[in-house]
Every structure is written in C-alpha cells, then in structure tokens.
C-alpha cells in the first residue's frame, strides 16, 4: 500500500485491522497533530484507527505525518533572512541591506544577526481537505484510469504507474485493463513489465498485442532506457542491455510487417538502438530484424506505402489500389473520396470500403462524414467549343474533361443555342450521379451515417487529374 499515492490522488489513506485499545485522548492527540497541516480526518476515519492499539496509532500517524509534511513543504527547515519582515527592511538603510547580501554569499549564506522576531501568525480553521478512509480494492483500482488514459502520462503519473509495476509484480495483470489505448503509455507499462516482471509468460502476450509497429519497438526500447517515450525530444542514450532484452526486442522487430518502411521514419535513433541490439549477432534467427536495421544504417529508403498509393493513382489503376488500401482501413478512408473519383467502376470501391470500414477509428469517420456533408460550391467554368462559335460558354459547375472532349467534337454541327443545351447536360450528367448511403460501425463502437457520394464533379476533377 502506497498512503502517499493514495492520498495525492483520492484524498484517502487505507487504515488497516487493528486489536483495540486506543484511548479517546490518543485519537484526539492524533486528530491534532493532522491538523496543523490544514487537514481534518472524516468521522468515519476516526472511528477506524479509535480501533487500533496504541502502538499501530502511532506507526500508522508517523507515516501520513511525514507524508502531509512532504506535501506541505514542512519536511524543510526554513531560517528567515529577516525574521521581522517588512519591518525590519523599512528601517533598514540601504548601506546596510547591501553589506547584509554581500556577507550572505561570501560566507556561504551566514545570517545576520538580529534578535527580533515576528508574532507567530493568526490561526484559524483553514482546512484544505478532508481525508476519507480507503480500501484496498480503492487503491488498486487508481491504475485502471492512469493507463487507460488517451494522453501522454506526466512524470508523476508515470511514476506511479511503475510503482504498481514495481510492487504487484505478476499480479499486476489483473488490475491492467484489456485494451491500452495510448502507444505511449503501452510503452512505458512493457518497459516496467521487462524490467520488474521478468520471466512471466504473460510479459510475452502484453508485449506481442500491444506492439504493433517498428515505432513502438523503439518507443519500448527508449521506456528501458528512461527516456522520453513521445520521441519528441532528442535522441535518447541507450543503456546496454542484456541478451534477453536485446532478444526480445528483435523478436518483436521481426515479426511487424514492412518494418522497413516504419523504421526508415527514426533512422537515426534506430542506428543509436542498433548500437546495443547488435542485430549481427542473431541474423539467422531475426533475417527481417537485421534487413529493416541494415537499410536505415545504409539510408536505403524503400518503396513506401505511400508512394505506392501515389503511382497507383497516378496510373488511375484502381482495381490494383483498392486490395492496397484495405490492407490500411484508415489511409482507405482518407483516400476514399480521390478514389472515387478516378474509379470507372465505383460501386466496387464502396463496397471494399465497407468490408473494412469496422476497423476505422471514430474519429476518422466523422472526419468522412464532414467531408462528404460539407457544402462544396463550384466556381463557374468557361467552356469553348472548337471551330465556328467563338463566344465561351458560361455553367455553373466544372465538367470533366471527357464530357468536355465530346462536347468540343460536336459543336460543329449545331447551333449556337443547342451547343449551349448540350454542354448544360453533359455537365449535368457529370455532375449529378446517384449517391449512397451506407451505416457504418467505428471502432470504438459508435455508430455513425456516412454519406458516401460518387458523383464525379463534387470538387473539379482537375485538382485530381
């Protein structure tokens, strides 16, 4: 049981079995010494340690004393460089407050002498908290919320999360929760768990579902090294590792998919890694390991995810994209929109969409629903039939350049008017298809409607051409 963590985060303290024989004036002399830090214990409080002995009242309040005078700043000696203050400053002449600072620091802080002192300040009944009795199923339940938490961890709470580590050991699995939403706070709970859990099989499932990508092999690397897990800051110093950090690791390392890719985005602080991975050194057992760490020393920059999506859309090569993109459901869902448009069948695309649309965050889905519900006006587009009519034509709306092309082809042959007729329907027909409204399930369990259309002129097609 940690009392001080307990108190800081829930404002109470655990008070445990006692045999009896506390006098009224021992639990009152207790009541008083709580007090003088501004804090009052809750009549259920007093009733438990009315309960304790004498001997285990004065073990219990020597512990929450020390931890309320370490809140407090009690738990250091404080001397007045002018006890009278403001007083004593007013009558003082400058010569004198000068020679006072200088003598401080030449001789290693010396005070002043002075024989004056101030009145001991009014008291009051200045309470800042009542303190409440916990249980221990209270405590334990604290670590739930801190790892469960979807921001980064500050260093306080980072502290206390290692302590429960730390102290339950093995049987910390049953207070972690199923899932760990945060990668930053997944990395220090696997790094605790190395250091202060070893040789428990269950280490190996946590670290295996949690790691999912070569960024978080190196954020678990930089949590047993005590550094900075959001990577924000500078490269981390690695510390040596054992052979058996350094195996699992690796292990992880090998069995993500297209690491290469992922590690080529920290280069430099996975060549500081690979200074005390030594990967050589198990190259026949971890070969994808080895590959993805050999490439960032070398700066051999694979074919990235990306760029792969990039030239598929370039070639307008949809059929080819769409089994890419559903190998990601999120990039699927940011490019859905650019694939519609480039798509000559897409009814096809909506559905691939659909089949793995369960696995998109939430917020990525409303970001499609906004999308697709946001207002989208069209600047007028000038268009200009070849050969005998000289005057530009006028339409609300940009058409494709196909609809565009055969407009041009037949002009020849109609009236002014009728060729002002035709290219209004052409762009009509381009602009306006039939949409689709399709439910579909985030992730985080929440159901949103997620209007899905495939017109083709919703944005000028041009931006994507």
Known sequence: MNQELFLRRRSKVHVPMGT????????????????????????????????????????????????????SGAHVHHRPFYPDFPEQVLRATEAELYLNAV????????????????????????????IEPGSVHEFESLLE??????????????????????????????????????REIRAQVGGALILHVA??????????????????????????SGGDVSLATATTRFKAMKRSMR???????????????????????????????????????????LDAITAARRDEAPATF??????????RDIATLTPLLQSRPGEFARRLDVSLRRATNPEAVLDAFEAVATQVSSPVLLQLLAQVRAPRPLSPARLHPKRRIRQGLWHQGSPRTSHRRSVGSRSPNLRKRACNAFCIAAATRSLFHRSRITRIQGAAGAACIVEIATYAGARQSVAYA
Not at 50 to 70: Q, Y
Not at 164 to 171: A, C, G, N
Not at 306 to 315: D, F, H, I, N, P
């Open 306 to 315: 990306g760029s792969r999506v990039e030239t598929l859309l370039a070639q």
């Open 103 to 130: 003598i401080h620091y030449l001789t290693l802080r010396r005070l002043p002498p002075t024989e004056e002192s101030r009145p001991p300040l009014l008291e009051g009944n200045f309470i800042h908290w009542v």
């Open 247 to 289: 195996r699992l690791l690796l292990r992880l390392l090998d069995s993500i998919p297209n690491a290469t890719e992922d590690v080529m985005r920290n280069a430099e602080r996975w060549k500081r890694l690979a200074e005390v991975l030594h990967p050589g050194d198990y190259a026949d057992k971890y070969p994808r390991a």
């Open 20 to 71: 009896g024989g506390a006098t009224r004036a021992q639990v009152a002399s207790a009541i008083r010494e709580v007090a003088a830090f501004r804090c009052v214990l809750s009549e259920t409080l007093i009733e438990q340690i009315g309960m304790l002995s004498p001997t285990e009242l004065k073990h219990w309040l020597h512990g929450i004393v020390e931890i309320l005078r370490r809140r």
């Open 199 to 224: 040789g428990d099989a269950r280490v190996d499932a946590f670290l295996e579902r949690n790691v999912e990508t070569a960024t978080d092999v190196l954020r678990l690397a930089v949590a047993l």
């Open 145 to 182: 919320p801190l790892v469960s938490s979807r921001t980064s961890l500050s260093e306080e709470e980072t502290a206390d999360v290692v302590w429960f580590v730390r102290e339950y050991k093995s049987d910390v699995f049953r207070l972690l929760p199923e899932a760990i939403p945060f």
